[in-house]
């Protein structure tokens, strides 16, 4: 099982500029998460999806947009960047039972120019 | 809402005991989980809480006060690898689908 992966691992934008990053699991799990890293800080939740077909907005949902293409697939959508959102972006996933445990993919280093 | 706190960076001695406190404020509790990072990595899940005691896994147990919305991470016969940064972490209310990461707190450890 490769677990959490992530597209791209490192990315440079500029100002304006729109992506897509991209979150896959195959651990059958139900739920899917995004969240930026801040230097020296803790974890912010951006969006979630609990199940296919549903997702939410979590702490900082602005300038983001997420789709949920399967079980397996959770992306995250950039439409107009900018240098605020230059951060980590991890994606993580958890299974319907133990929902106390995330499994996190490796992150993909956004800079935004 | 819901806010966590922890220290921001604690130092301690190859083969020392460290522990690691957070405080919670929550409007609902569905325990507490701890998360390591090491530095450009990936946090990685390392210990639960759901009731009040003591857990303990290897060389890492966790702690629990729902009365005193307080635990905390110790970790014993510290090894250079472990330092690293930790998390303490909270369900949402909202079904617990959602959950709320404290700042995390920077381990050193010191030959």
């Known amino acids: 099982n490769a ?6 691992k490192f990315q440079v934008l500029k100002t304006g500029q729109s992506m897509t990053l991209q979150c896959a699991q195959d651990m059958n799990h139900n739920s899917m998460y995004w969240y930026r890293q801040d230097p020296g800080m803790g974890l912010r939740l951006i969006y979630y999806s609990a199940s296919e077909g549903t997702t939410d907005k979590g702490e900082v949902p602005n300038g983001y947009n997420v789709s949920r293409l399967n079980k397996r697939e959770f992306s995250l959508r950039l439409e107009s960047a900018a ?8 994606c993580a996933s958890r299974t319907g039972t133990e929902l106390y445990e995330q499994y996190f993919g490796p992150g993909t280093r956004l800079t935004v120019t | 809402g819901q806010s966590l706190e922890q220290p921001s960076e604690v130092t301690a001695v190859e083969g020392a005991i460290v522990q690691i406190n957070c405080t919670y404020q929550t409007s609902g509790f569905y325990g507490l989980s701890w998360y390591q990072q090491h530095d450009g990595g990936a946090p990685t899940f390392l210990s639960y809480n759901g009731l ?9 147990s966790s702690f629990l006060s729902r009365s005193d919305s307080y635990g905390y991470l ?21 079904g617990g689908f959602k959950t709320i990461f404290g700042a995390g707190t ?6």
């Open chain 1, 3 to 8: 677990g959490v992966t992530q597209t791209p």
């Open chain 2, 74 to 94: 110790l970790l014993q016969e510290l090894q250079m690898k472990d330092s690293a940064s930790y998390f303490c972490a909270v369900r949402d209310h909202d």
């Open chain 2, 106 to 111: 920077r381990l050193f450890v010191k030959a």
């Open chain 2, 52 to 60: 009040d005691g003591l857990e303990e896994t290897g060389r890492f």
């Open chain 1, 83 to 90: 240098p605020s959102q230059t951060s980590v972006y991890f």
